[in-house]
């Protein structure tokens, strides 16, 4: 297959890069733990100005500071709106006018019991350097872990998420948690599973939606009142919010929130009133998917969500669900596209979505405009072929048109769909539990009929003078009211149109009818904000926040290649060339193995699997998306069920051959395999079925998949892709086929084993099973743990000493002179069968420890 699809060096790109040499130096692992990693934008009131935190590592106090920083959109100057020192933090802003931020401050970082606090700062006071910084000011005197700020201006409400006890305030909670530290015991108790997002809340500690009221007193704002626990009448328990989005007139808050489930956890959207007086009631009832993104129209009248078209794997296609509030429809939007998208916006002028996806290695933004001329209509109340992304186009004086689904204009589907008087009755739940998806709001609006029809008018009558008693009727009403199955079939199809086309976008913010600001990202390039135009597409730079650290950096831009994979479908991956890349010379191969399995390499920055740092440490970088990857066909995507390691381990050997084959300058005798997760299991398969490899790095690598399924936080995604739980009889034979503790006995390859302590998708238990048995091989191995980490090693110290590790290990084994205990005569490819989610990068690294805090065993010699 040699040219075949591959793209090939030109004398010309060898010159290129000969020259960039000499006044460049390789990206170090000291430099990529120092530059500036950018939070998520948030747009103010007058889509002027944008914030954003922005933290550091200071190699100095072994800390990660974080700020807010300014940027205005009309001549991109930065400002620093909180200092930098001091040992504290600025997160989560929220814009509570055009000169005023709220946000989480931490005012002592080095301190895990100091909480955080509830701050302001005037944007007018901030400058370039942090001795103009503005004072941050506190909103009130309640210390929580806050986080997830969002103010609407409606109702003059602060919205956060923070975690609770039943019956107690935050502050109580708060001193709770301070006398059960001071009294020496840690011990936390479950009744359910743990939630991946709220894993350590146990003792029936819940993470809750309050809001807080605050007004403007002179130039500062103040609260007026205690924050509301909008889920204080909710009595159960592991009932976590994880995401939430609230209404433009502050009315209702629409959230997603977890509970445990037998597999583990699950998701589901709900909604509640924004004063707290009445308990949540579920808009889905998911018993094993996954719900996400809850955004509300600026207009009002429409709510939308990603929910998982996969029962029991968080990781399946999301769906965009949309919601007609002045139709009562409820319909898939886009429903035949084979993308995932996995973030949502609405547009400024409420008539578009933005929707993130990844696409063949990079992740998009796309833009879609439901209702349109490509589309069919969900019926309803702006009749047939009308856009139900724009407000009913009935007048006043019309008979409002009932919101069914297809229906012709004025004409119902179905009567049992269209009118509340022949739903299930209203309930409110049983034990102050959410109620059931589709319920009915017991009383209509004040002054309107029981017929489930007219809610635009109602919605106009409002704008003339209707409460705010009245609105949140309305609102209940109109969202309890949603047909669950309204619209199915006849989806709102609006064809996606691409915006970006390189690149992986992470983070978005509308601002005004035409712009997106997006975070955004490249395997060359590290996140900056840009701004997006829409519908042309066309990319501005915003920030700048790396590019003095960088500017003497030699960065390899990623080759794209594809190949035939084991199913003969096409496998693609990236190349990216060792620094100071020379032609005539031969190097070192790094095979990355992405985690998962439903996970992607896509071209963007990574904090520790950074295919440059491998290439600034001297080695030629290959990275494969095989079987199972996300960005695909949903054939690839699922073709890792029932063989975690059949097609996609054949696809790695497979590339790796074709690719050694195709760029002469790879010396794939002397390969290195290394993965993290899923990434890791590989490695270890690959322990037990290819003697080929010079050394291989597991890193929270999974060493038997049903001890896995016992020990992490999300049992339904193993059971998913293996046929079941392992005490099922017709899933123990896959579990046992695809076990790699099952060939300890071939393990021959040196390998070094990383850990987080606190990981809780695999469980340390699996990292030390795998040198347990690599000890006991005799096989040469090495394992470092990291106990104050999750299953991505984030701190910068730690990071640093993970790729002082790891590329001491790879240096040893993959010299020209090496000394693997086995092959390395040979393409790596070349021997074994198969047939017998991306570690995520941190925007926002936390505080370090000193390097101390990795531990490792003594090595051993085979």
């Not at 205005?72 to 000169?99: G, H, I, R, V």
């Not at 009221?213 to 626990?229: C, I, L, M, R, Y």
């Not at 794997?313 to 409820?330: D, E, P």
């Not at 199809?493 to 970006?500: A, F, H, I, M, S």
Request: glycine share 10%; with cysteine; charged share 15%.
């Amino acid at each position: 297959m040699k040219g075949g699809l591959f793209l090939k060096a030109t004398s010309i790109l060898s010159v290129c890069f000969a020259t960039l040499a000499q006044s460049q130096s390789p990206l170090t692992p000291q430099t990529l733990a120092d530059l500036k990693q950018v939070g998520k934008p948030v747009a103010s009131p007058d889509n002027q100005q944008v914030v954003f935190p922005l933290s550091q590592f200071q190699s100095a106090q072994n800390q990660t500071y974080s700020n807010l920083q300014v940027h205005s959109l009309a001549t991109n100057q930065p400002m620093n709106l909180t200092e930098w020192n001091n040992y504290t933090s600025s997160a989560s802003p929220a814009w509570l006018d055009q000169q005023t931020v709220a946000f989480v401050h931490n005012a002592n970082i080095t301190d895990p019991q100091s909480g955080t606090g509830l701050y302001t700062v005037a944007t007018q006071g901030g400058g370039e350097n942090n001795q103009d910084s503005a004072s941050p000011q506190p909103l009130t005197n309640v210390t929580a872990e806050f986080s997830n700020l969002k103010y609407n201006n409606a109702t003059n409400q602060l919205f956060f998420l923070a975690s609770t006890y039943p019956n107690k305030t935050l502050s109580e909670s708060y001193e709770l948690d301070q006398r059960q530290a001071l009294a020496g015991s840690s011990a936390v108790a479950y009744d359910q599973l743990p939630g991946d997002a709220t894993p350590e809340a146990g003792d029936q500690k819940h993470q809750a939606i309050f809001a807080l009221p605050v007004s403007k007193n002179g130039d500062s704002f103040e609260a007026t009142g205690e924050a509301t626990n909008l889920f204080q009448s909710y009595t159960g328990a592991g009932f976590n919010a994880v995401d939430y989005a609230v209404s433009s007139d502050g009315v209702l808050v629409a959230f997603v929130a977890e509970a445990a489930g037998p597999n583990g956890t699950v998701t589901n959207m709900y909604a509640v009133p924004a004063n707290g007086t009445e308990t949540p009631f579920a808009l889905t009832n998911n018993t094993e998917g996954q719900v996400t993104n809850p955004v509300f129209s600026e207009d009002g009248q429409k709510l939308a969500w990603l929910e998982s078209s996969t029962p029991d794997y968080q990781a399946g296609r999301n769906q965009i669900v949309l919601c007609g509030l002045a139709n009562n429809n409820k319909t898939e939007v886009a429903s035949d596209w084979e993308l995932s998208p996995t973030k949502l916006a609405f547009s400024g002028g409420s008539e578009s979505l933005y929707a993130v996806a990844q696409d063949a290695g990079n992740q998009k933004l796309f833009l879609i405009t439901p209702g349109g001329s490509n589309s069919t209509s969900g019926g309803g109340a702006g009749g047939s072929g009308s856009s139900s992304m724009s407000e009913s186009s009935a007048t006043e004086t019309e008979t409002p048109t009932a919101g069914g689904a297809g229906g012709e204009e004025g004409t119902p589907s179905s009567s049992e769909e269209t009118s509340p008087t022949n739903s299930q009755e209203s309930s409110d739940g049983e034990g102050g539990s959410p109620t059931a998806a589709g319920d009915i709001a017991t009383p209509p609006p004040t002054g309107q009929d029981n017929d489930g029809l007219g809610l635009s008018n109602r919605r106009r009558n409002y704008r003339r003078g209707f409460s705010m008693e009245e609105e949140r009727d309305w609102y209940i009403y109109a969202i309890r009211s949603l047909h669950p199955k309204a619209g199915e079939g006849e989806g709102e199809d609006g064809t996606p149109q691409e915006l970006t086309q390189n690149g992986t976008v992470t983070d978005m913010a509308s601002v005004g009818n035409n712009t997106v600001l997006v975070t955004m990202s490249s395997i060359a390039k590290p996140p900056e904000l840009y701004a997006v135009r829409t519908p042309e597409g066309e990319i501005t730079q915003v920030s700048q926040l790396n590019s003095e650290a960088l500017q003497d950096v030699m960065l390899s831009e990623p080759e794209p290649f594809t190949f035939q994979g084991s199913n003969g479908q096409d496998i693609h991956g990236w190349v990216v060339r060792p620094s100071n890349f020379d032609d005539s010379t031969n190097y070192p191969v790094a095979l990355l193995i992405h985690d998962g399995p439903r996970d992607a390499w896509t071209d963007q920055w990574n904090n520790i699997w950074n295919p440059n740092a491998f290439a600034g440490a001297g080695y030629g970088v290959i990275m494969i998306n095989p079987t199972g990857s996300t960005g695909y066909s949903e054939q690839l995507v699922n073709g890792v069920q029932n063989q975690w390691a059949g097609a996609p381990y054949d696809d790695l050997m497979k590339g790796l051959e074709q690719v050694g084959q195709n760029y002469t300058w790879l010396d794939t005798s002397r390969t290195c395999a290394l993965g993290a997760g899923y990434g890791g299991y590989l490695v270890n398969w690959i322990n037990g079925h290819n003697s080929d490899f010079s050394c291989l790095v597991s890193h929270a690598g999974v060493f038997d998949p049903s001890s896995a399924y016992y020990t992490t936080d999300n049992p339904a995604a193993i059971a998913y892709d293996f046929g079941g739980p392992p005490f099922q009889n017709s899933s123990r034979d896959t579990y046992d086929q695809w076990n790699p503790a099952r060939t300890v006995d071939q393990w021959k390859t040196p390998t070094l084993v990383t850990q987080g302590g606190n990981d809780t998708r695999i469980n340390p238990a699996q990292s030390l099973s795998t040198f347990t048995a690599l000890q006991s091989a005799n096989v040469t191995s090495r394992y470092v743990l990291f106990p104050d980490e999750g299953h991505v090693i984030q701190k910068p110290g730690n990071v640093l000493r993970w790729h002082q590790e790891v590329f001491s290990w790879m240096n040893q084994y993959t010299s020209e002179n090496g000394t693997s205990t086995e092959g390395g005569n040979g393409a790596a490819g070349g021997g074994g069968s198969g047939s017998g989610g991306e570690e995520s990068s941190s925007s926002e690294a936390s505080s370090t420890e000193t390097d101390s805090s990795a531990t490792e065993s003594a090595s051993s010699s085979a």
